[in-house]
Nanobody, 119 residues
C-alpha cells in the first residue's frame, strides 16, 4: 500500500545509529503515528508513538535510545535509533496508531524497512 512507505533501514554494527523515515497519506498522518517492529518469528509490536501535538511514548526496550518525531508539513514520520543492539534487528513499519491500546489505525501495512544489527 502506497499510503505507507518506510525507508532508511540497513545493516549496522552494534552501537551504531540509523534514521528511519515514513511517508503516509494525509488521511493516516492526521492522527497519532507509531513505529512498529517485527522480529523473525515474533509478533509485530508498537515501540514508539507520537500524537499530532508531539507527545511521545516508548516501549521500555527502546526508551532513551530511540527518538520518534514527525514533520506535519509533509506527512513524514521519523525514528532516530541510537545505540543499536542485535535485539533491535527487525522489520520496522509505520502506521497510524490508537494511543490508548496501541492498535494500528489501518489494517494494512507498507513494505517495511529491514534493520539488521550485527554484534
Amino acid at each position: 500500500q502506497e499510503d505507507l512507505m518506510e525507508s532508511g533501514g540497513g545493516l549496522v554494527q552494534a552501537g551504531g545509529s540509523l534514521r528511519l523515515s515514513c511517508t503516509a497519506s494525509r488521511s493516516i498522518f492526521n492522527n497519532a503515528m507509531g513505529w512498529y517492529r517485527q522480529a523473525p518469528g515474533k509478533q509485530r509490536d508498537l515501540i514508539a508513538s507520537i500524537t499530532t501535538r508531539g507527545t511521545t511514548r516508548y516501549t521500555d526496550s527502546v526508551k532513551g535510545r530511540f527518538t520518534i518525531s514527525r514533520d506535519n508539513t509533509d506527512n513524514t514520520l521519523f525514528l532516530q535509533m541510537n545505540s543499536l543492539q542485535p535485539e533491535d534487528t527487525a522489520v520496522y513499519y509505520c502506521n497510524g496508531v490508537n494511543v490508548y491500546n496501541g492498535a494500528p489505525l489501518v489494517h494494512y501495512w507498507g513494505q517495511g524497512t529491514q534493520v539488521t544489527v550485527s554484534s
